[in-house]
């Protein structure tokens, strides 16, 4: 039986209580999995707000996972979000009704609002992603927050100075001394912003400039990534001297986006056939025992039986049992010559822990590899997310811990060299930290927001 506050609330919505409703906006699979970080860290607070969700890109499976609401329409544009390394894609966008959609989404943002208001709530939005979600928020009438995933200092610069571009249009991405435009600043500085959280200190650093309310917390994005082992275990209990006798582990990483992850692994496939033969060659290099394992983390919405048919026609045979175990209990396993390859969809961090280095044609995987303090080399395929451009854009985000080829025939040299320089491993390894930061951030920033919003 309800006590009789709580039937005084019901019956009188105006005197409602006055807990924080929390509106999540996002503009991207990737920026969903950020937020859905920090969301989840504040649910563990004493008084955790209602939390809503609108995101702008896609359909927001992460959000209705965890059972969140969703305050209005969602739809899967052409592009998958990525229109800003191909105009032609913003004009498919377009033309598959996304200028409908954001009205419709900016209408849904202030309806949600007022709504609030009206019982009496306190509304804040949590903005995670670009200026699209951070506009949203400015134009709401709420109280806001923004979590700042797309742009990094390091696309123009790092602590040395500005980065040497020969690129026409480069001057535009810094034009004013950051790479967030006096517009987007602006929107920072709104009295109604409680606080901009940048993906790293550089930009930090640079935004403080302008005394906005800028916390330099981390990146949310190394976060939810331990592995399901305490130890390194590339081999079964039994065996001896593990550390001695352990293979390279090469971590593939073919992308999440359907159809152009498939296109992405025929050519990681190249690479790896181009891998195998120059290791033949080298085999003390590759480990005491010459035996090269590639781990291939597949995202669950890819078909693995496709992913293992070109890996048939090009010789790979069928195998029960991996000799490195990950936290996959059902892998797909093959095997050719002195090679194991491994196809799971169900040990991702186990992927990014285990690999000694990457071949990459991904975006938030790529960064979480190089985060975690290890090389990985990339190469452009023809998009819509990973080409040239992004890739290109993603070098420079990343620094030395992204070495970028333009053809497969170029990688097994750079592994090579690698490899006899076990020194450049630890400046690759204190680039990565640098550059994404420690983990925690989710944390660091649900205890932030609950200041700057009030959450009692």
Same mark, same amino acid.
């Given at each position: 039986?309800?006590?009789?506050?709580?039937?005084?609330?019901?019956?009188?919505?105006?005197?409602?209580?006055?807990?924080?409703?929390?509106?999540?906006?996002?503009?991207?699979?990737?920026?969903?999995?950020?937020?859905?970080?920090?969301?989840?860290?504040?649910?563990?607070?004493?008084?955790?707000?209602?939390?809503?969700?609108?995101?702008?890109?896609?359909?927001?499976?992460?959000?209705?996972?965890?059972?969140?609401?969703?305050?209005?329409?969602?739809?899967?544009?052409?592009?998958?979000?990525?229109?800003?390394?191909?105009?032609?894609?913003?004009?498919?966008?377009?033309?598959?009704?996304?200028?409908?959609?954001?009205?419709?989404?900016?209408?849904?943002?202030?309806?949600?609002?007022?709504?609030?208001?009206?019982?009496?709530?306190?509304?804040?939005?949590?903005?995670?992603?670009?200026?699209?979600?951070?506009?949203?928020?400015?134009?709401?009438?709420?109280?806001?927050?923004?979590?700042?995933?797309?742009?990094?200092?390091?696309?123009?610069?790092?602590?040395?100075?500005?980065?040497?571009?020969?690129?026409?249009?480069?001057?535009?991405?810094?034009?004013?001394?950051?790479?967030?435009?006096?517009?987007?600043?602006?929107?920072?500085?709104?009295?109604?912003?409680?606080?901009?959280?940048?993906?790293?200190?550089?930009?930090?650093?640079?935004?403080?400039k302008w005394h906005l309310p800028?916390?330099?917390?981390?990146?949310?994005?190394?976060?939810?990534?331990?592995?399901?082992?305490?130890?390194?275990?590339?081999?079964?209990?039994?065996?001896?001297?593990?550390?001695?006798?352990?293979?390279?582990?090469?971590?593939?990483?073919? /992308?999440?986006?359907?159809?152009?992850?498939?296109?992405?692994? *025929?050519?990681?496939?190249?690479?790896?056939?181009?891998?195998?033969?120059?290791?033949?060659?080298?085999?003390?290099?590759?480990?005491?025992?010459?035996t090269v394992v590639f781990l291939?983390?597949?995202?669950?919405?890819?078909?693995?039986?496709?992913?293992?048919?070109?890996?048939?026609?090009?010789?790979?045979?069928?195998?029960?049992?991996?000799?490195?175990?990950?936290?996959?209990?059902?892998?797909?396993?093959?095997?050719?010559?002195?090679?194991?390859?491994?196809?799971?969809?169900?040990?991702?961090?186990?992927?990014?822990?285990?690999?000694?280095?990457?071949?990459?044609?991904? /975006?938030?995987?790529?960064?979480?590899?190089?985060?975690?303090?290890?090389?990985?080399?990339?190469?452009?395929?023809?998009?819509?997310?990973?080409?040239?451009?992004?890739?290109?854009?993603?070098?420079?985000?990343?620094?030395?811990?992204?070495?970028?080829? *333009?053809?497969?025939?170029?990688?097994?040299?750079?592994?090579?060299?690698?490899?006899?320089?076990?020194?450049?491993?630890?400046?690759?390894?204190?680039?990565?930290?640098?550059?994404?930061?420690?983990?925690?951030?989710?944390?660091?920033?649900?205890?932030?927001?609950?200041?700057?919003?009030?959450?009692?």
């Open positions: 039986m309800r006590d009789l506050s709580q039937l005084h609330q019901a019956t009188n919505p105006q005197v409602a209580t006055s807990r924080l409703q929390l509106l999540v906006l996002s503009n991207g699979h990737g920026e969903d999995m950020i937020s859905i970080r920090i969301v989840q860290e504040l649910q563990k607070l004493a008084t955790p707000p209602d939390i809503f969700a609108l995101p702008l890109v896609g359909e927001g499976m992460a959000y209705q996972n965890l059972h969140i609401s969703l305050i209005g329409s969602v739809r899967t544009m052409p592009s998958g979000g990525f229109i800003y390394m191909d105009g032609r894609q913003l004009m498919g966008d377009v033309r598959g009704g996304l200028l409908k959609l954001t009205y419709q989404q900016i209408q849904a943002v202030r309806r949600w609002v007022s709504g609030q208001k009206k019982l009496g709530h306190q509304p804040a939005i949590l903005a995670v992603g670009d200026i699209v979600p951070l506009l949203f928020a400015a134009i709401s009438g709420a109280k806001y927050a923004f979590v700042g995933t797309a742009k990094s200092e390091y696309y123009v610069r790092d602590e040395s100075g500005l980065l040497k571009r020969s690129s026409s249009g480069a001057w535009w991405e810094n034009f004013s001394g950051s790479v967030y435009h006096p517009w987007e600043r602006w929107l920072m500085g709104l009295r109604r912003c409680r606080g901009v959280f940048p993906r790293d200190s550089l930009t930090a650093e640079i935004l403080k800028v916390f330099d917390l981390g990146n949310p994005m190394m976060d939810g990534l331990t592995p399901t082992f305490t130890t390194q275990q590339f081999y079964s209990p039994s065996d001896q001297d593990t550390e001695v006798d352990r293979p390279l582990i090469v971590t593939l990483l073919p /992308g999440s986006r359907s159809p152009e992850a498939y296109a992405n692994w *025929d050519l990681i496939t190249v690479v790896v056939s181009a891998l195998m033969a120059s290791f033949r060659e080298r085999d003390a290099i590759c480990s005491a025992t010459g291939a983390a597949i995202a669950p919405n890819l078909d693995c039986q496709i992913l293992g048919e070109t890996l048939r026609i090009k010789g790979w045979r069928p195998i029960d049992t991996a000799c490195l175990q990950i936290g996959d209990p059902n892998p797909l396993v093959f095997k050719q010559k002195n090679a194991e390859l491994i196809l799971t969809q169900n040990a991702y961090n186990d992927c990014l822990h285990l690999g000694d280095l990457a071949i990459a044609m991904a /975006g938030t995987a790529t960064e979480q590899f190089v985060g975690l303090g290890k090389p990985a080399i990339a190469i452009p395929g023809t998009g819509p997310q990973y080409n040239p451009a992004f890739a290109e854009a993603q070098s420079r985000l990343l620094g030395p811990s992204l070495i970028l080829v *333009d053809q497969p025939a170029k990688v097994p040299p750079i592994v090579q060299s690698l490899l006899k320089n076990p020194d450049y491993f630890q400046i690759i390894a204190e680039n990565g930290i640098q550059r994404l930061g420690q983990q925690g951030a989710s944390q660091r920033i649900a205890e932030c927001l609950k200041e700057r919003f009030d959450i009692n």
